[in-house]
Nanobody, 120 residues
Framework: QVQLVESGGGSVQAGGSLRLSCTAS??????MGWFRQAPGKEREGVAL???????TYADSVKGRFTISRDNAKNILYLHMNSLKLEDAAMYYC????????????????WGKGTLVTISS
């Protein structure tokens, strides 16, 4: 079973940047992603990255966020630029157990989250 640990959350001004990291235990190259959940709202997908590096983004973050992975180090990243107030949320790292699927609904393992707050 994969263990995921996020880091890098914090407080940043609107328009600023932040990089989140997620370290996966052992060797892991399946689809992974970042999700977020703001208070009182449903969890939403932010970005996905397949084992071959292909990525998918939610429309709300496209052009501002970049998901990447370092397979050698088993680390998933989320580079966030031009942050907006609506980006404030608990960000979760997730990973799929099925090597053949990469979608918003295929995640089986979850980290405990890292909090991102945005100030105006």
């Amino acid at each position: 079973q994969v263990q995921l640990v996020e880091s890098g959350g914090g407080s940043v001004q609107a328009g600023g940047s932040l990089r989140l990291s997620c370290t996966a235990s052992g060797y892991y190259r399946h689809c992974m992603g970042w999700f977020r959940q703001a208070p009182g709202k449903e969890r939403e997908g932010v970005a996905l990255i397949a084992s071959d590096g292909r990525s998918t983004y939610a429309d709300s973050v496209k052009g501002r966020f970049t998901i990447s992975r370092d397979n050698a180090k088993n680390i998933l990243y989320l580079h966030m630029n031009s942050l907006k107030l609506e980006d404030a949320a608990m960000y979760y790292c997730a990973a799929a157990a099925d090597p053949w699927r990469c979608s918003w609904y295929a995640m089986d393992y979850w980290g405990k989250g890292t909090l991102v707050t945005i100030s105006s």
